[in-house]
DNA sequence: GCTTGATTTAAACGAACGTTTGAATTATTA
DNA sequence: TAATAATTCAAACGTTCGTTTAAATCAAGC
């Protein structure tokens, strides 16, 4: 990193994140911010200069680490694997931990962050949808090579669909996990990090491996 | 439907359908709302009350009736089955068909509702989340129990966490398809529901039926 | 055709928003 | 310590927001 985090900027970076996963980001406000950070109004427009530069800031923080954690994981699988394709489990396990872990520690953003994920992909805010969606673009072209090399009976276009259908079904599950702690009365809770992936990834190895 | 449906109400009603899905809650103005309505910007105060009146009221217009059409779906299933369990494939034909159907006709929201879904998960809004996980936890309890009869060998919390990830599957699927869509290089399209529904199913029903 | 109620209209309200400004303060360097 | 740069601060800017008001217009019943 060559810029170093002044502490008034990382205040106000923790408190967007903070207010926005709570609030949504239409009904969060510089001043609650600030607030929440505990500096002054203008301090914004100086580290940030405008709401939506801060906002972007906010997200590239986590985006950008995460998306590398994925595919350095994945890259050591394909190493590791030599010519042989890599497993469906472990392909599931490189695209999947990295967001869990992340969820796991508060310092890194914690769930918050996924309500953030969730926002960026339903809110069509126009200057968020390109960030996200080429950054998910990009990671789910690595991804989809790999799973063809493991399941080659797949088709091309069968394994876009299934990686689909996977990555919504883990995103959703973590994501909104409290519509699951809803409707189970308490009994279904995201705590265990290495239970939740396996049951997770249970799910959709079965899924992809399923016959056309 | 006891009220009828002025048409002053009705235009309002469709304009946020439109402009909510495109900009967000918080980006959509009572003025651009009345605007592409074409009327005039008290009348949603006059017919709504209030602008979160108004949202909840474009929300139930199609909520109610999606959730209806699953249960009765379901409803004939069981009737038709008699004793024996329905089947994991028909459970989830009787899940997700009504959104599909629903995406298939833009007189009833077309894709736009599922953008209106998606928010409502990630945006927290006070309002608008009780009104959703309530729905949710409702319908999820019923296919919950035609799922363990499907499935009996699913313990209670196992069949709770895969309908969560099947839901979730499906839903990401559709609600942001443009993703897969631009992943895939335009090769993957939602366009044919049968067929789209029938990849769907397969993933699922084998996540479902995967030995835990 | 006048009356009564429902609806529409233009105008204004106060509040909250993102942003800018210029002076005060703090930190840095010589 | 003096000079220079970086940061903080209180205050105000103009705009837009949701909502309210009171008059104007429309619809229907007797």
């Known amino acids: 990193m060559a810029e170093q985090l002044h502490a008034t900027k990382l205040a106000i970076l923790n408190a967007t994140e903070r207010l926005v996963a709570r609030h949504?980001?239409?009904a969060t406000?510089?001043?609650?911010?600030?607030?929440d950070a505990g500096v002054n109004l203008a301090a914004v427009n100086y580290h940030f200069a405008?709401?939506?530069?801060?906002i972007l800031a906010m997200l590239n923080r986590r985006m950008k680490p995460l998306n590398e954690t994925r595919l350095a994981l994945l890259n050591r699988l394909e190493a590791e694997a030599g010519d042989a394709p890599v497993p469906v489990e472990k392909i599931l396990d490189a695209l999947f931990r990295p967001v869990l872990e992340l969820i796991a520690?508060?310092?890194k953003g914690g769930r918050r962050f996924l309500r953030l994920l969730a926002l960026c992909l339903a809110e069509p805010g126009a200057y968020l949808k390109p960030l996200v969606q080429k950054e998910f673009a990009e990671k789910t072209r690595r991804f989809h090579r790999a799973?063809?090399?493991a399941l080659p009976e797949l088709s091309d276009v069968e394994a876009h669909w299934r990686l689909h259908f996977a990555y919504g079904s883990f995103f959703h599950a973590v994501?909104?996990?409290q519509v699951l702690e809803l409707?189970?009365?308490?009994?279904c809770r995201l705590t265990n990090v290495e239970t939740v992936l396996k049951r997770i990834i249970t799910f959709c190895a079965a899924g992809l491996r399923s016959p056309a």
């Open 24 to 26: 949504g980001f239409g």
């Open 29 to 35: 406000s510089l001043r609650a911010i600030t607030a």
């Open 50 to 54: 405008t709401k939506d530069a801060l």
């Open 105 to 107: 520690r508060p310092s």
């Open 147 to 149: 799973l063809r090399r």
């Open 175 to 177: 994501a909104h996990s």
């Open 183 to 187: 409707s189970s009365g308490g009994r």
